[in-house]
């Protein structure tokens, strides 16, 4: 018998022992959009959507993406979108929304993430955005980074038969179901009409509002479609809308279909609580659930019993000031303030000092000071404070705003306070 050759087989190439590699910090380019979100998604523990890809594009700058690559792998991830964020006050500012924050867990440890976060700041004050924002994944990461959670949400659930109206409580005009295409531009003005009246909101241009409507069968989280309901006042004029989704449901004693109610929105009273009387009474309908809802939610105050409407309160967006004398300027103050801050900044030490806010309804200055501060607190404070919805008298009761004039915490969080609750109902 012939003896046979034996072949020389090639080696599969290896993927090199992390620990030895070196990763470079990299800008995304359009042509690594795909491999980028492949590596988010594996960051977030997601499954890749290409599906999404199309409508991601619209919103990417590939200017404001970073990430740390090894050979033409990416190993860690950070972007931002150029949005306008709502102040107290009623103005809109430029915001840098954060988003797509990832390190794989073989690249932990070697101060990728401090890395990535302090490059995106300085990028963001170089792009003269005073404010950044957004959405913590794990909330213990982000304080140290300055990012303060400046509003909270909370997450309403119960039994839709339990959830009868007050007497009194205005429901004029009707409700109807309509399609996508009918929806979307209604919906689109009536959003930008409305977005100033509370802060934390939002803009959402066309390209946003594609993003916030995408409906693919895996975002639905076991329910239906996505429908689309306009509310109509007593003169046949549009002022609110509505989404949501239909979980069926049949039990032992009949129909136990769940709601899940989406955005909602209205623009006086009656068109609020039409919208929730309509969704409450959706045939089939036993529960219902809304995940992210202002915590001053108007439910609870136009039932019977407020206590059916169960209440989870959990963080919505965490807020950053990046440039401080800007950013005290662009809100408005509750009541008159002349107050001296002593702010200190570690990531951006350009923003550390006093700076004089003078401020109250209608305008604000600020002003860099060598007069002794009032009150000393860092920038992570500030963000928290900075909306309206965390009190600095209570961070000052809490030990991290020191007080050196007597009420100056008292003053400076009426003078901070908001009337209405901040509430982000984008998430990016």
Not at 44 to 54: K, T, V
Not at 294 to 303: G, S, Y
Request: with cysteine; hydrophobic share 40%.
């Amino acid at each position: 018998m012939a003896n046979k050759k034996r072949t020389s087989r090639s080696k599969p190439a290896a993927v090199p022992a992390p620990h030895l590699t070196e990763p470079k910090l990299t800008r995304l380019t359009m042509a690594g959009f795909p491999a980028y979100q492949r590596a988010v998604a594996r960051g977030f523990q997601e499954q890749y959507r290409p599906e999404r890809d199309e409508l991601d594009r619209k919103v990417v700058d590939t200017k404001r993406f970073i990430g740390f690559k090894v050979g033409s792998s990416w190993v860690s991830s950070a972007g931002s979108y150029a949005r306008k964020i709502t102040v107290p006050g009623g103005l809109q500012v430029p915001v840098a929304a954060v988003t797509n924050v990832t390190v794989q867990p073989a690249y932990r440890r070697r101060g990728l993430l401090t890395a990535m976060m302090q490059r995106q700041l300085e990028d963001v004050a170089a792009a003269g955005e005073p404010l950044a924002a957004l959405w913590a994944s794990e909330a213990l990461i982000y304080g140290r980074f300055g990012y303060g959670p400046a509003a909270a949400r909370a997450r309403l659930s119960g039994s839709t038969r339990a959830l009868q109206f007050l007497p009194g409580v205005p429901t004029a005009g009707s409700c109807a179901e309509v399609p996508l295409e009918q929806f979307q531009p209604v919906a689109a003005a009536l959003q930008a009409a409305m977005v100033t009246d509370r802060p934390g909101k939002l803009d959402r241009p066309d390209a946003w509002w594609e993003l916030t409507l995408f409906d693919a069968e895996w975002a639905r989280r076991g329910a239906g479609e996505q429908r689309y309901v306009l509310h109509y006042n007593a003169s046949g004029d549009v002022d609110g809308y509505a989404t949501y989704r239909f979980k069926e449901g049949f039990g032992s004693s009949g129909p136990d279909g769940e709601v899940h109610v989406g955005l909602l929105a209205g623009q006086d009273a009656a068109a609020y609580a039409g919208l929730w009387r309509y969704l409450l009474d959706l045939d089939l309908a036993r529960k219902f659930v809304r995940r992210n809802a202002p915590t001053d939610e108007l439910l609870r105050l136009l039932v019977t019993d407020a206590r059916a409407v169960h209440t989870e309160v959990t963080d919505n967006i965490y807020v950053r000031l990046v440039d401080v004398a800007e950013a005290l300027r662009a809100r408005r103050y509750a009541t008159e303030i002349d107050l001296v801050l002593e702010v200190a900044d570690r990531q951006l030490p350009g923003n550390s000092g006093r700076y004089r806010l003078r401020g109250g309804p209608d305008d604000a200055t600020v002003a860099r000071t060598k007069a002794a501060p009032d009150l000393s607190l860092s920038v992570l404070e500030l963000g928290t404070a900075y909306l309206g919805g965390v009190s600095l008298f209570d961070l000052h009761r809490a030990g991290r705003v020191a007080e050196h004039t007597a009420g100056a915490a008292a003053a400076a969080a009426t003078a901070f306070g908001s009337p209405i609750a901040p509430w982000c109902p984008d998430e990016f």
